[in-house]
């Protein structure tokens, strides 16, 4: 049956992202008929986004890491699937979807749309050498800029930067990295973690120029200039701007959705629209925007059943995030950003194990690297949930 068959207007999925997939498979172990659809910007090929900041490492092109294409995936999924759609509006009241002048009808509405690369200036990302990469697509278009060069310049220094460094020196690339913050992956990591991994990178040769920005890049010759705020110019073949993503919000916005960083829903994924819901990198759970895969898989099942008739909250537990700088492997299971604490640490070259704890000792969160990291699990049962047990089941 397709998605409208029948007079029931189909549950609209936006996004063929993990989010996306992830749901509907989640969906179809529950009911085989229910009327899907989803709706998509790209070519809805069926791929592991953690996957592009291996691609090196692992020897995998753009086409090697697409899982399946879309059409196999309607038909394994049973649904319809519309790709190179871009959905441009919701309008809740008229349970509709707007593409353009079209207007789609839905019985409910999950926006699972991800989060958009933060663009740095024109004067940066205006140079057709600078490129992000944050889909299939853009990993494809990077692969090609970079076919037969060898240096590349990556900016921003955070999980997702220090990633691509590790991965672009295992392919054989010369990478220099550019960041305001004086440590990587500020925010995330305490100081000597992030100083174990800076360390670790620079052994394997990737070079840091931390505490600067980038001001301007320009292209001479085929080669990338870039000029950064300390007055010292680089040179490259291509830039890659990793400087963090931010989730999508204006459409949601804009339909009379309740944004704030993310956008904003209860335990059930629900947002302030009836029969809207909001899962994976746009949605701001309570208060949490976590972008990672864990959190939208335990919220893709717990979705399937609240839409299938037996309303679940999300529980979120302990979620450590694996960072993948294999010359430094490296697990954090972050503190809450509310919470009161001090950093334990203990360290010996680049095996650095640090503790978060309360005044009476409790663990919040912890960072560990090299020898440490076969600690995660042990650790993260010993750190409160993200998300406790909801008190009461809401209907
Ligand atoms: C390089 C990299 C490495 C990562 N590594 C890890 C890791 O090791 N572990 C981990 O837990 N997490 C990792 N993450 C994060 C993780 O991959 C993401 O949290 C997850 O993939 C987000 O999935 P999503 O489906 O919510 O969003 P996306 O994958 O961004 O999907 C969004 C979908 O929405 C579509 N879309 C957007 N706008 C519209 C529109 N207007 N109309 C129609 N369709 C639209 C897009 O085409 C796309 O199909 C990594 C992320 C990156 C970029």
């Known amino acids: ?48 986004k953690p996957m592009l900041s291996t691609g090196f490492t692992k020897a995998k092109t753009a086409d090697e890491l697409a899982q399946a294409e879309a059409g196999a995936m309607a038909e394994q999924l049973n649904m319809e699937l519309r790709t190179h759609t871009r959905v441009t ?9 707007l593409i353009g002048d079209e207007r789609l009808a839905y019985g409910k509405l999950v926006l699972a749309w991800g989060a958009d690369v933060i663009r740095l200036p024109e004067a940066v990302s205006g140079c057709d050498r600078v490129c992000s990469i944050n889909d299939l697509e853009d990993y ?31 392919g054989g690339y010369e990478v220099t990295v550019v960041a305001p913050s004086t440590q990587v992956m500020p925010g995330l990591l305490p100081e000597p973690a992030a100083d174990a991994v800076r360390q670790a990178l620079e052994a394997e040769g990737v070079r840091f120029h931390l505490g600067v920005a980038a001001e301007s890049v320009s292209e001479e010759n085929g080669q990338a200039r870039v000029q950064l ?85 999300v529980k979120w537990g302990a979620m450590p995030v694996m960072v993948k700088t294999p010359c430094c492997p490296t697990a954090v299971c972050p503190p809450a950003q509310s919470s009161d604490g001090h950093w334990d640490v203990q360290r010996e070259g680049n095996s650095v194990k640090a503790l978060y704890r309360d005044a009476r000792g409790g663990l919040l969160g912890f960072a560990v690297t090299g020898d440490h ?9 010993e750190v409160p949930p993200v998300l406790a047990p909801a008190p009461e089941v809401a209907g």
């Open 1 to 48: 049956m397709t998605a409208t068959q029948g007079n029931q207007a189909p549950i609209v999925i936006i996004g063929s992202g993990l989010s996306g997939y992830s749901l509907a498979r989640e969906l179809r172990k529950r009911d085989r008929d229910l009327p899907l659809m989803m709706i998509t910007a790209d070519d809805g090929a069926s791929y592991s």
């Open 89 to 97: 509006g919701i309008d809740p009241e008229a349970h509709e979807v």
């Open 140 to 170: 494809r278009h990077f692969r090609t800029l970079v076919e037969g060069h060898r240096r590349v310049i990556l900016l921003g220094a955070g999980l997702i930067g220090c990633e691509y460094a590790n991965d672009l020196r295992n």
């Open 229 to 313: 705020s300390d007055g010292a110019m680089l040179q490259g073949d291509v830039v890659v701007s990793a400087v963090g993503l931010r989730p999508r919000t204006e459409l949601a916005a804009a339909g009379g959705l309740k944004v704030g960083h993310g956008i904003r829903t209860d335990r059930w994924l629900a947002t302030s629209a009836p029969d809207i819901y909001a899962l994976g990198d746009c949605a701001e759970v309570e208060g949490h925007v976590l972008m990672y895969v864990m959190p939208l898989m335990a919220g893709a099942r717990a979705l399937a059943a609240t839409l299938t008739g037996e309303p679940t909250p």
């Open 373 to 381: 990291v076969i600690e995660k699990q042990a650790l993260s049962k």
